[in-house]
């Protein structure tokens, strides 16, 4: 059975994303000694959102949202729809700006990451009654997690771009045809 280019993109953005999201378990588990925590959401749907075609990009961070309900306290399928809502308005405004540039693709990433950031924490704030979290946490979370993204960006969408190519589906026709 031989997969069409389309799935292709699809697993290999999938894969790639999982592999991010190992690497960053494993930052967690280094940092949890010093009570920070890194989420890395916005660079998972970035990529995607930018370079693959809509349903493409849809498909591949729904998945990753998925892959991170399974192993999330919220309710199943809130990373996914959040995912999907975030792949959505990205792919809404992407024809303006040049999304090829991994400057853009880092800036994306770094807004759709405080946003879902945000809403994450509000969301799983108003579920636990009587919590009491530091806003000084959370920022620093937030901080950390910003930093992380700034410095593994261009990396992890060279990672999806050459792993594209291995695969023999780059994306050379994807961006003219999804545009």
């Not at 697993?11 to 967690?28: H, K, S």
């Not at 990451?113 to 979290?133: D, E, H, K, W, Y």
């Not at 410095?151 to 771009?161: G, K, N, V």
């Amino acid at each position: 059975m031989k997969f069409q280019p389309s799935h292709r993109r699809t697993a290999v953005v999938l894969f790639c994303g999982l592999i991010l999201n190992a690497l960053a378990g494993q930052a967690n588990y280094s940092l949890s000694p010093y009570a920070v925590s890194l989420w890395i959401g916005g660079l998972l749907v970035a990529f995607p959102a930018l370079r693959l075609a809509p349903q493409q990009g849809f498909n591949a961070s729904f998945l990753l949202g998925l892959f991170l309900d399974a192993s999330s306290p919220l309710p199943f399928g809130f990373h996914a729809f959040l995912f999907g809502v975030a792949h959505l308005i990205i792919v809404r405004v992407r024809n303006r700006f040049a999304a090829t540039e991994p400057l853009l693709g880092l800036v994306v990433a770094l807004i759709t990451n405080l946003g879902m950031f945000v809403i994450i924490t509000f969301f799983a704030l108003s579920r636990t009654p009587g919590a009491s979290v530091s806003g000084l946490r959370l920022l620093t979370d937030l901080a950390v997690s910003q930093i992380a993204i700034g410095l593994t960006a261009y990396w992890f969408f060279a990672l999806q771009e050459r792993a594209l190519e291995i695969v023999r589906v780059g994306l050379r026709d994807e961006v003219t045809a999804a545009m």
